[in-house]
């Protein structure tokens, strides 16, 4: 029986996006030839690469100016590759601590120079966004994490300043609308809303890179990616093949207008259930909740051990809190479709009756 998957990352993928990567895997397009198995410079690989970005492009409305790149080493690695990039010799970078991710983020960035925490959610357990900060106005940039995997909270309005906007986007990319020219940078680790794991969306101003005075290492500097079409060293074919099917997928779904709608419902049914439901009660501060990861904890915690029991009954799988949080987390990706959604709220019910 196939699973309800909840699992946080690498998560869900649509079933024929699955199913059409394998089929790649053993014959690309009637050619004979495993998609793993031809060379990255052929004319085959390359429109793989081509497709995949102006599907970016154009799911996102990228205005020109940006490049897309599909690069490897995950979000974790444009944690450094970002400070390297764009923090000024001398200069100094803003960081939005709201989460284990901004964190990680932030140690990074202190490797290259001075780093102001403009605000931090740490003294509730990253249980909100915080809002209203002033944001130091000569930062090369303040770095954002849209959407906290871990804690389950979301940024809904990004801050509007002069300093260059970063986002760290990983688990909630093409989910909603975003206005990309907002940002000089967004980094997307794919293995959530995009792909399998191994490799991370770059999506970076052109004219912001070549400017922070530092030499850098050619697999870590966005110019010599770009200027390679990203395609500077061998890239990882399958993820990015992966990926550029969920992109088809997303857009012949109606693009990020419909899978945003979908995605509101799905979550409001959760939520709905954990507010209703005097057995639980949710982990983040309401107008902060993520549509993308779902936190709750049940109110009585005798109650773990049926909880758990109906929950591996009706094949629901991965909705065990991160380990810093405790109680459960239900990731409900772009590809999660709503009747599994449905299938939890209905173990939840059983609780209350
Ligand atoms: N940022 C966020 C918001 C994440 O959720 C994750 C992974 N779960 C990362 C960064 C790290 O990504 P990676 O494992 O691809 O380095």
Same mark, same amino acid.
């Given at each position: 029986m196939k699973k309800h998957n !909840?699992?946080?990352g690498p998560s869900i993928l649509a079933q024929e996006v699955i199913k059409k990567a394998a089929d790649a895997v053993l014959n690309l397009n009637d050619s004979g030839l495993s998609l793993i198995e031809i060379s990255h410079r052929s004319a085959d690989f390359v429109s793989i690469m081509e497709k995949a970005q102006n599907l970016v492009k154009e799911l996102l409305s990228v205005p020109d100016g940006y490049s897309v790149l599909f690069l490897q080493g995950g979000a974790s690695t444009q944690f450094l590759a970002v400070?390297?990039?764009?923090?000024k010799v001398d200069g100094k970078a803003a960081y939005l601590d709201t989460g284990a991710w901004s964190a990680k983020a932030l140690k990074e960035a202190k490797l290259f120079g001075e780093v102001e925490i403009v605000a931090s959610s740490k003294d509730k357990n990253h249980t909100y966004i915080? #809002?209203? +900060?002033?944001?130091?106005a000569d930062a090369s940039y303040l770095h954002l994490t849209s959407n906290n995997t871990i804690f389950g909270t979301q940024i809904k309005e990004f801050p509007t300043t002069n300093v260059p906007l970063v986002c760290d986007m990983s688990s909630d990319i093409f989910s909603r609308k975003i206005d990309v020219s907002k940002f000089d940078l967004i980094y997307a680790g794919a293995q959530k809303n995009m792909g399998?794991?191994?490799t991370v969306l770059v999506i970076v101003k052109d004219e912001?890179?070549? @400017? %922070?005075?530092?030499?850098?290492? %050619?697999?870590l500097d966005y110019q010599v $990616?770009?200027? #390679?079409?990203?395609? !500077? &060293?061998?890239?990882?074919? !399958?993820? =990015? +093949?992966t990926s550029m099917l969920t992109l088809e997928w997303v857009k012949a779904l109606g693009g990020i207008d419909a899978i945003e709608k979908i995605n509101e419902e799905k979550a409001a049914l959760l939520y709905n259930e954990i507010d209703n439901n005097p057995h639980f009660n949710g982990v983040a501060n309401k107008e902060d909740r993520s549509l993308m990861n779902v936190t709750f904890t049940l109110a009585d915690e005798s109650e773990k051990e049926l909880f758990d029991s109906l929950a /591996?009954?009706?094949?629901? %799988?991965? =909705? &065990?809190? $991160?380990? *810093?949080?405790?109680? +459960?987390?239900? %990731? =409900?990706?772009?590809?999660?479709? =709503?009747? *599994?959604?449905?299938?939890?709220?209905?173990?939840? /019910? @059983?609780?209350n009756k």
């Open positions: !909840f699992s946080a400070a390297y990039n764009l923090l915080p #809002k209203g +900060y002033e944001i130091p399998p794991a191994g912001a890179l070549g @400017k %922070s005075g530092r030499q850098i290492p %050619s697999m $990616h770009a200027s #390679k079409d990203s395609m !500077f &060293n061998t890239p990882p074919v !399958f993820a =990015i +093949y /591996k009954e009706a094949g629901l %799988s991965g =909705i &065990n809190g $991160h380990r *810093s949080v405790g109680g +459960y987390r239900a %990731s =409900i990706y772009n590809a999660m479709p =709503i009747e *599994s959604v449905q299938a939890l709220v209905d173990v939840m /019910k @059983k609780l």
